[in-house]
């Protein structure tokens, strides 16, 4: 039983590069996450799904975009990576709300 | 613009002590609150929930609620190097809502 499995775990981009981050989920759950935690900010909602088929805008949306490939599946996409965008980022499943955590993307823009 | 507060710490106390982490939040419409334990360069974990005034106990943890000071805490008895983290307090706004607003932790360290 995987969990939440994110890839890649790390990655350095170059400024205006693009990239996908890959999450799978395989315990069934309705809803899945996209965050970022940055020193001294704490854990901001980037995008979310509620249900396969919906996407809705967290807190920081900008810069970003997803897709819910189906039930198990949950991307995000950076366009046109820029320095502000380097940070961790989790991908979470849950019932409602996150409830299992990806172990996480580091990635650094340069 | 929802605000959580919380000691960034480090809060310090011995083995076997309790440990007290408490959260304020400003949005008076949130109904559900999460804690989430995070290891150092690890992800976090969901510990604790609570949806109602009073207590909630789950073994050596305690998340106590109190919406009209609009404020959580959790409690955490008999504390273990273990316990040693940052925890992360997270009210949920509103039914339904997806979004929940994380405070920025504070880091608990048990001195053995």
């Known amino acids: 039983n995987a969990g939440v499995t994110q890839t890649p775990k790390f990655q350095v981009l170059k400024t205006g590069q693009s990239m996908t981050l890959q999450c799978a989920q395989d315990?069934?759950?309705?809803?899945m996450y996209w965050y970022r935690q940055d020193p001294g900010m704490g854990l901001r909602l980037i995008y979310y799904s509620a249900s396969e088929g919906t996407t809705d805008k967290g807190e920081v949306p900008n810069g970003y975009n997803v897709s819910r490939l189906n039930k198990r599946e949950f991307s995000l996409r950076l366009e046109s990576a820029a320095p502000s965008q380097t940070s961790v980022y989790f991908c979470?499943?849950?019932?409602?709300?996150?409830?299992?955590f990806g172990d996480g993307t580091r990635l650094s823009i340069l | 613009q929802k605000e959580v507060e919380q000691n960034s710490g480090p809060l310090s106390v011995p083995e076997g002590a309790i440990a007290s982490l408490n959260c304020t939040y400003s949005?008076?419409?949130?109904?559900?609150f999460f804690w989430y334990r995070q290891y150092s360069g690890k992800s976090p974990e969901l510990i604790m929930s609570?949806?109602?005034?009073g207590d909630k106990e789950d073994g050596r943890f305690t998340a106590q609620l109190n919406k009209a000071s609009q404020y959580v805490s959790l409690l955490i008895r008999d504390s273990q190097p273990s316990d040693s983290a940052t925890y992360l307090c997270?009210?949920?706004?509103?039914?339904?809502?997806?979004?929940?607003?994380f405070g920025k932790g504070t880091k608990l360290s048990v001195i053995p």
């Open positions: 315990m069934n759950h309705n809803s």
């Open positions: 979470a499943s849950g019932l409602g709300q996150p409830q299992h």
């Open positions: 997270a009210p949920r706004a509103g039914a339904g809502s997806y979004q929940l607003t």
């Open positions: 949005d008076r419409g949130s109904q559900s």
């Open positions: 609570i949806y109602s005034n």
